[in-house]
Every structure is written in structure tokens, then in C-alpha cells.
């Protein structure tokens, strides 16, 4: 069965930077889009971030652009969200996806997606 596998959340002082990593155990995923959600408590699960399978395409949130970057390696099966200048809005669970599909329009919404991690939790602290 096709899993994804985020780490490296945690807690992180405001102002701080951090990476997320999402592992895929099938090879099949290296030309899936990927993109990370995140879900406050209380809130709706919000988009972050998408990135196309070449990884020559990426879109962000607008209000998150510039602080957040996705990236991939395909060689790894990993997408990566570095983020930084991180504040106490940005504390939730975040979560990678994935779809077979090209990113094309399919890209912003949680109903693009067919697959999803567990998702990890980044507290972020005043």
C-alpha cells in the first residue's frame, strides 16, 4: 500500500526556521504532484504549498509566499517544505498529499489530492 510519511516537526521559537520532509514508499510517486496542507485547531485545513513532478512548477499560498519553499527529490521519493521567519499562526499539523495527475489546475483544493500522510505537528512559540 502507498504511503506517505511527513517528519521533522516539532517546536520551534518564533522567528525560527524548519524543514518537513515527506517520504513516499513507492517509487511510482516520484512524478506525482505533491503539495502540503496545513490544519490549525479549530480551523479548516488550509493549502501551503504544490509542487509539479519535474518540480519546475511550484505555487504557494499568497499569504505564505517567500517565508515557505517546496521542493522535491525525485531520487529520494522526498518533497521538502523549508520554512522560515516561522510565527505562532503558522502552529497547525501539516500534512503532504499527492496526485497522479498534471498539476495544471489540480493543485490548491484538499479534493485534488488522493493521497495523504499522517501529517506532524509544528508548534511554533512566542
Known amino acids: 500500500q502507498v504511503q506517505l510519511e511527513e517528519s521533522g516537526g516539532g517546536l520551534v521559537q518564533a522567528g525560527g526556521s524548519t524543514r518537513l520532509s515527506c517520504a513516499a514508499s513507492a517509487r511510482t510517486f516520484s512524478d506525482h504532484t505533491k503539495g502540503w496542507f496545513r490544519q490549525a485547531p479549530g480551523k479548516e485545513r488550509e493549502f501551503v504549498a504544490a509542487?509539479?513532478?519535474?518540480?519546475?512548477?511550484?505555487h504557494y499560498a499568497d499569504s505564505l509566499k517567500g517565508r515557505f519553499t517546496i521542493s522535491r527529490d525525485n531520487g529520494k521519493n522526498t518533497v521538502y517544505l523549508q520554512m522560515s521567519s516561522l510565527e505562532p499562526e503558522d502552529t497547525a499539523v501539516y500534512y503532504c498529499?499527492?496526485?497522479?495527475?498534471?498539476?495544471?489546475?489540480?493543485?490548491?483544493?484538499?479534493?485534488?489530492?488522493?493521497?495523504w500522510g499522517q501529517g506532524t505537528q509544528v508548534t511554533v512559540s512566542s
Open positions: 498529499a499527492a496526485h497522479g495527475r498534471p498539476i495544471g489546475s489540480k493543485w490548491g483544493s484538499a479534493d485534488d489530492y488522493d493521497y
Open positions: 509542487i509539479s513532478w519535474t518540480g519546475g512548477v511550484t
